[in-house]
């Protein structure tokens, strides 16, 4: 799914480190609106990173898939975690002019998680960067009530590198 966001970071010289957690899993979705909701969070992630990289880490559970974006950018100030996905909200209005964009990508990233059941948060600090998680159902009637991914980062332990090859969408 990342695959369509790595010519836009390689142009950026933004690495992209990929992690992943928990055993594989067969997540049934719309992959043609999950690949659009990570391609929306790659997109930020890669724009707000000042060069210094962008993390994607992937984990299931017995009810749910999760994949974290974590850049290490300018970060939210307070409250602005229940802002991003406001239509047309911008933490930088001034970025409008520079990196283009309507102000609607992670607005419709959380509607898209919504029609499948699922989760769309938002975390952040200034300075440190922010991280958003996508948390999605396993069953296409389930539930769950907590994400297999941690949302506010450890950085004290770094995860180890891989592939993400433990979810697969239909």
Request: with cysteine.
């Amino acid at each position: 799914m990342i695959d369509g966001s790595t010519p836009l970071a390689e142009r950026s010289g933004v690495p992209l480190r990929l992690h992943s957690e928990g055993e594989p899993r067969l997540l049934y979705a719309d992959s043609r609106r999950i690949d659009r909701v990570i391609r929306n969070l790659l997109g930020t992630a890669i724009e707000h990173c000042n060069d210094r990289g962008v993390d994607i880490t992937s984990g299931t559970n017995q009810e749910a898939a999760a994949v974290t974006v974590r850049d290490y950018g300018v970060g939210l100030r307070p409250g602005e975690a229940s802002l991003v996905f406001s239509r047309f909200w911008r933490a930088d209005p001034a970025r409008a002019r520079t990196t283009g964009g309507s102000g609607l990508g992670l607005a419709i990233a959380l509607e898209d998680a919504r029609l499948h059941g699922g989760w769309l948060e938002a975390w952040g600090e200034p300075g440190t960067g922010a991280c958003f998680r996508l948390t999605l159902p396993l069953n296409v009637r389930g539930s769950f009530i907590a994400s297999p991914l941690d949302l506010y980062p450890d950085d004290s332990a770094p995860a180890s590198s891989s592939p993400i090859e433990n979810v697969e969408v239909r």
